[in-house]
């Protein structure tokens, strides 16, 4: 074990063999042996206005499509959308509005009276319908 440890630590280190490796920085010099058809970035100011508003139409969509997240679009969609639910129904069932009157306590009552049928002390009059009311109503 100790033969081993000591020989590896007698050894030269060798750079790491990770993708993540820091590589030398290119010399700004082209370093491959096919030229270029065109010049990157193309001059601007030598470009027709038709050939300007071309090559901004292609990068922009490419941008675009480039950075699209669609999974985090649709997080983000459905928290707002869960957000803005949750305060509207909070303002408008629960929040004291500290007025005389509650500004939307009819919707309130209408909600509360709806929810109202499953409530515990309203269990015994959703067992024993009311038979003669449900045939006369005919």
């Known amino acids: 074990m100790f033969p081993t440890l000591i020989r590896r630590m007698a050894e030269l280190p060798t750079a790491p063999k990770l993708r993540n490796a820091t590589m030398k920085p290119l010399t700004g010099v082209y370093n491959s042996r096919f030229k270029p058809k065109k010049v990157w970035p193309p001059d601007f100011s030598k470009l027709s206005q038709k050939d300007q508003f071309r090559f901004e139409r292609r990068y922009k969509r490419r941008v675009k ?9 649709k997080i983000v969609r459905l928290a707002q959308l869960f957000s803005v639910t949750s305060v509207l129904i909070y303002s408008l069932l629960f929040m004291d509005w500290n007025t005389k009157e509650q500004p939307f306590q009819g919707i309130r009552d209408k909600i509360w009276g ?13 067992r024993d319908p009311d038979i003669e009311a449900i045939t006369n109503a005919k």
């Open 65 to 73: 499509l480039a950075t699209a997240r669609p999974r985090w679009d």
């Open 114 to 126: 709806a929810l109202a049928a499953f409530s515990p002390e309203q269990r015994h009059q959703r």
